[in-house]
């Protein structure tokens, strides 16, 4: 079983991957909110990313996790070691939900660096 598990895998380490396309958007107005604007430190910035595409989400505002790329918006996975880290491309996540015609307007926060839950709390946005 293995062995034929290998195979198939084989097969696609030689397959060149796609060059990365990000999605045609208006992106802009990255902000950090106010402790008015978001008493639960939800958020760890404001943006707006449209594509302008009608689709199955046209019209719907996402939030997406601080892990996500999103082009052009400060990604920091929870750190304030990468609080200046400003992702170049969009992850697939973000570019299928901008040709479904969804309009993103924030990134929330997660748990510094750590992919789940965790006792302690995250070191983005007021502590």
Excluded: H
Aim: include cysteine; hydrophobic fraction near 40%.
């Amino acid at each position: 079983m293995t062995d034929r598990i290998t195979r198939i895998l084989d097969a696609f380490v030689d397959e060149p991957l796609p060059p990365p396309t990000n999605i045609e958007a208006e992106r802009g107005n990255v902000r950090r909110p106010t402790p008015s604007e978001d008493p639960l430190n939800a958020v760890v910035n404001w943006c707006r990313v449209s594509a302008g595409r009608e689709g199955l989400l046209a019209g719907k505002r996402i939030g997406l996790k601080d892990n996500m790329a999103l082009a052009g918006v400060p990604m920091t996975l929870g750190s304030r070691l990468l609080e200046t880290y400003v992702p170049a491309e969009d992850c697939l996540v973000a570019q299928r939900l901008l040709a479904a015609g969804a309009e993103v307007v924030a990134k929330l926060n997660m748990d510094g660096l750590r992919g789940r839950r965790a006792p302690r709390r995250a070191t983005s946005g007021r502590s």
